[in-house]
T-cell receptor
Framework: DGGITQSPKYLFRKEGQNVTLSCEQNLNHDAMYWYRQDPGQGLRLIYYSQIVNDFQKGDIAEGYSVSREKKESFPLTVTSAQKNPTAFYLC??????????????FGDGTRLSIL | AQKVTQAQTEISVVEKEDVTLDCVYETRDTTYYLFWYKQPPSGELVFLIRRNSFDEQNEISGRYSWNFQKSTSSFNFTITASQVVDSAVYFCALSEETSGSRLTFGEGTQLTVNP
């Protein structure tokens, strides 16, 4: 079945450590997105990518980094500079970023906690 | 700037009751799209419906219905004869033609349907 796979489902980070969240899609979508969700809050955009080897900062990019070397993959690294990384992270994709009418499709999320 | 407001943080109903989730939006674009997503306890966001700014027809899909009113900038969602499986967080979101498929989310409404 086509869809978005995020791994791991749960992740723990030690102080000063970088961690990478995986996101893979087999929907043949050009655009991919990373969101952060905090309890009782909506989703906030971290980074998005319109096409391979291209990505833009969202509303809360500080302390995060991404890469887009393959169309199917858009990993997110939470760096030690992110002082409050505990949250639920959601990856999404859409056919293309340029079409506002395209719904985004989401993965199951990764829950990141600090040890 | 665009904004989506879901004033109801939590709603609790008894099974078989009807419930309406409110969504109010702000945008300066004349062409925009409104979405509703459901987030069950598993975490994945499930796309429910998309509406464009030029189509104010109400839509019904089974027990779900949506009321779009440009005059009040609202896009409300009604569940008829609610069921326990409807328990989830529901998000309203907005995309603008000038921003492509970037979504602005409301803060979500936690719906609990009790047996």
């Amino acid at each position: 079945d086509g869809g978005i796979t995020q791994s791991p489902k749960y992740l723990f980070r030690k102080e000063g450590q970088n961690v990478t969240l995986s996101c893979e899609q087999n929907l043949n979508h050009d655009a991919m997105y990373w969101y952060r969700q905090d309890p009782g809050q909506g989703l906030r955009l971290i980074y998005y990518s319109q096409i391979v080897n291209d990505f833009q900062k969202g509303d809360i990019a500080e302390g995060y980094s991404v890469s887009r070397e393959k169309k199917e993959s858009f990993p997110l690294t939470v760096t030690s500079a992110q002082k409050n990384p505990t949250a639920f992270y959601l990856c999404a994709s859409s056919v293309t970023q340029g079409w506002a009418n395209q719904p985004q499709h989401f993965g199951d999320g990764t829950r990141l906690s600090i040890l | 700037a665009q904004k989506v407001t879901q004033a109801q943080t939590e709603i609790s109903v008894v099974e078989k009751e009807d419930v309406t989730l409110d969504c109010v939006y702000e945008t300066r674009d004349t062409t925009y799209y409104l979405f509703w997503y459901k987030q069950p306890p598993s975490g994945e966001l499930v796309f429910l419906i998309r509406r464009n700014s030029f189509d104010e027809q109400n839509e019904i899909s089974g027990r779900y219905s949506w009321n779009f009113q440009k005059s009040t900038s609202s896009f409300n969602f009604t569940i008829t004869a609610s069921q326990v499986v409807d328990s989830a967080v529901y998000f309203c979101a907005l995309s603008e033609e000038t921003s492509g498929s970037r979504l602005t989310f409301g803060e979500g409404t936690q719906l609990t349907v009790n047996p």
